[in-house]
T-cell receptor, first 116, second 111 residues
């Protein structure tokens, strides 16, 4: 069973389109994250939710909107896609960032987004 | 200055060699420390947490120096399968808690 899954794995789209990436974890974790890994392989936090509550919202364009319908799911919607949005987007989860700082994060396989 | 800095490498070493990676962090309020491994076109996976007293897991040894804000990873008897990018990760509290990733150090173990 896949612990953290993301769909789609690959996404090729035109500039200006709107797209969504979905993430699900079956680990029973409370905390979920979205990271962006750019072409230089730098992995940067975008958002974090704890039990459906937004707890981290880094300096990300408001074209990016996360949604957590329940604590097992965290989706990312991107409006008006731009060339610079091309990257690998990783979803991750951990047990609960509020209870234990020394926590393992479990990552999904990533969604490779290419904006043309 | 980046919050978590690593030498990007690549480090090219022969099989059986010992190799060490360093990582420095800038936030003195950092509370947790990790090494993750990322294979090409794959997701990061936890290699080991780093504890204040230092810790070892088989061929891997991690050290933390809070005074110098420095973390290290030592790999002994390198295997071909150790070839990957090693990410230093620091947990910080700044209002809320978040993990900051270094840019990674690339290791190639050569036959």
């Amino acid at each position: 069973d896949t612990a953290v899954s993301q769909t789609p794995k690959y996404l090729v789209t035109q500039m200006g389109n709107d797209k969504s990436i979905k993430c699900e974890q079956n680990l029973g974790h409370d905390t979920m994250y979205w990271y962006k890994q750019d072409s230089k392989k730098f992995l940067k936090i975008m958002f974090s939710y704890n039990n459906k509550e937004l707890i981290i919202n880094e300096t990300v364009p408001n074209r990016f909107s996360p949604k957590s319908p329940d604590k097992a799911h965290l989706n990312l919607h991107i409006n008006s896609l731009e060339l610079g949005d091309s990257a690998v987007y990783f979803c991750a989860s951990s047990q609960s960032v509020r209870r234990n700082y020394q926590e393992t994060q479990y990552f999904g396989p990533g969604t490779r987004l290419l904006v043309l | 200055r980046k919050e978590v800095e690593q030498d990007p490498g690549p480090f090219n070493v022969p099989e059986g060699a010992t190799v060490a990676f360093n990582c420095t962090y800038s936030n003195s309020a950092s509370q947790s420390f990790f090494w993750y491994r990322q294979d090409c076109r794959k997701e990061p996976k936890l290699l080991m947490s780093v504890y204040s007293s230092g810790n070892e897991d088989g061929r891997f040894t991690a050290q933390l120096n809070r005074a110098s804000q420095y973390i290290s990873l030592l790999i002994r008897d390198s295997k071909l399968s150790d070839s990957a990018t090693y990410l230093c990760v620091v947990g910080v509290t700044s209002g809320t808690y978040k993990y900051i990733f270094g840019t990674g150090t690339r290791l190639k173990v050569l036959a």
